[in-house]
Nanobody, 122 residues
Framework: QLQASGGGLVQAGGSLRLSCAASGRIGGMGWFRQAPGKDREFVAAIRWADGGAYYSNSVTGRFTISRDKAKNTVYLQMNSLKPEDTAVYYC????????????????????WGQGTQVTVSS
């Protein structure tokens, strides 16, 4: 079970931090998002063992993924938010260890959170 939180309404240029608590064995976790009328897309992923991170081009330099191994929790710090970042954000978890780029694929993850809405106003 994954439980995501931290979404909300923010003005363009603002920041939000999403959190997602997981249970069980974790090889890697990822954040994905889905805007209205669009397909779900990859945002960021982290490999649990060494904290290696991977980002989509659209968020590189603005978003930071991190994890707290003691709490089995992954975070997504989102800075310099843009209206195009508006979406429902989902966290996902995989018990398997892959090369970090593999976590960018939805099929790499077994468990998904319920989603948290992020709305960025212009």
């Amino acid at each position: 079970q994954l439980q995501a939180s931290g979404g909300g309404l923010v003005q363009a240029g603002g920041s939000l931090r999403l959190s997602c608590a997981a249970s069980g064995r974790i090889g890697g976790m990822g954040w994905f998002r889905q805007a209205p009328g669009k397909d779900r897309e990859f945002v960021a992923a982290i490999r649990w063992a060494d904290g290696g991170a991977y980002y989509s081009n659209s968020v590189t330099g603005r978003f930071t993924i991190s994890r707290d191994k003691a709490k089995n929790t992954v975070y997504l710090q989102m800075n310099s938010l843009k209206p195009e970042d508006t979406a429902v954000y989902y966290c996902a978890s995989s018990p398997r260890s892959y090369n970090i780029g593999h976590y960018a694929g939805s099929s790499a993850h077994d468990s998904w959170g319920q989603g948290t809405q992020v709305t960025v106003s212009s």
